[in-house]
């Protein structure tokens, strides 16, 4: 089966007993046993819900996995992987991985005795020489937010093969309909559903997709203990969104390529971060292990007063954190999504005042075109 029709066919489709073709919400927290132990699959619902499983079903298919779990948000999602790791383990991250990730590794989950270092992954001898005696895993995300550089998930693999580490992928940006990283030898690939698997905005949602019985096992265990899962309700919405993956890429692709040339031409912006332009540091890596580049564009503008004044402008592109949606959003990381990376560090990794991060959505090219240059010359 093809991407796109494993986004209609995978998974569980619709209801055998009725024949309705949409997976039924189970609305229900427990199952009637026919006797003391014996049941027919599920027993409480945050140990499995039929709906919840479904989705499960679905991602494990279009990640091609051994195993998929659903919790209440991308967070949720990586808290319940790092928390299948012990006191004194290392983890190797990504530097510019996820704002809510860096605040979660550095001030919460070190608080328990995990160890992390923050490297740039897009060069492998930096991940090689972040490696402890205790280094038990690296987790990555290609292409990371907001300045979209690529790690080569080949080579991050054989690398983790070679030490015996666990490989996590934070596929978000990319969605599996782009990028699979378990094909490129990742072990654990997570989502924030929130975004382009979701797609319209209406519901926040993690999942984790696994190679192995074992980490299923693991995933599943800290699962149920910690309870972090996703309802019926907001699984259901989230199977309603992959359905239409498929398309809404495509489109966002093209959108996306056209906003790229005309920003190429605006002498207002300094510098593009986009993996689709041949420029890009990571084009050839990212052209290698993904088929499309999905809708995340970062440029500068020179200042942060500059960006403030482009943000307030804007009609159609909504001032909003978040990605991924139908509709186009803008948002200056500094001041947004990575203001709770301290600002020396933000310096560091080279996220500006003036740097502006889009989302384009399945608007009319035109009309996006011409919105953000009116809110630009204003
Ligand atoms: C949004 C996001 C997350 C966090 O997901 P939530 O659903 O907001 O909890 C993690 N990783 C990436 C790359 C994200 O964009």
Partial sequence: MRQKTKLIHGGITGDEKTGAVSVPIYQVST??????????????????????????????DLEGGYAGFAFGSGMAAITAVLMTFKQGDHIVFTDDVYGGTYRLVSQVITRFGLEASFVDTSDIANVEAALQDNTQAIFAETPTNPLLKITDLAKVSALAKQHDLTFIVD???AT?????????????????????????????AGLVVVNSQKWAEDVHFV??????????????????????????????????????????????????YYPGLESHKGHDVHNKQASGYAGMVSFDIGSGEKAGKLLSHT???????SLGAVESLISVPAKMTHASIPADRRRELGISDGLVRVSIGLEDIEDLKEDFLQALRQ
């Avoid at 309802?231 to 996306?256: A, Y």
């Fill in 223 to 272: 699962l149920n203990s910690s309870g972090g899962i996703l309802g019926p309700h907001d699984s259901w919405l989230l199977m309603r969104g992959i359905k239409t993956l498929g398309v809404r890429m495509e489109e966002i692709e093209s959108n996306t390529k056209a906003f790229v040339e005309f920003l190429a031409d605006l002498p207002e912006v300094e510098k593009i």
């Fill in 176 to 204: 599996p309909y782009w990028q699979n990283p378990i094909e490129q030898g990742a072990d654990i690939v997570l989502h924030s559903a929130t975004k382009y698997l979701g797609g319209h905005s209406d519901v926040v």
């Fill in 31 to 60: 199952y009637k046993q026919q006797g003391v132990g014996e049941h027919s699959g599920y027993e409480y619902s945050r140990t499995g819900n039929p709906t919840r499983f479904a989705l499960e079903e679905l991602i494990k």
């Fill in 171 to 173: 596929n978000t940006f």
């Fill in 315 to 321: 009609r159609y592109f909504t001032l909003a954190e």
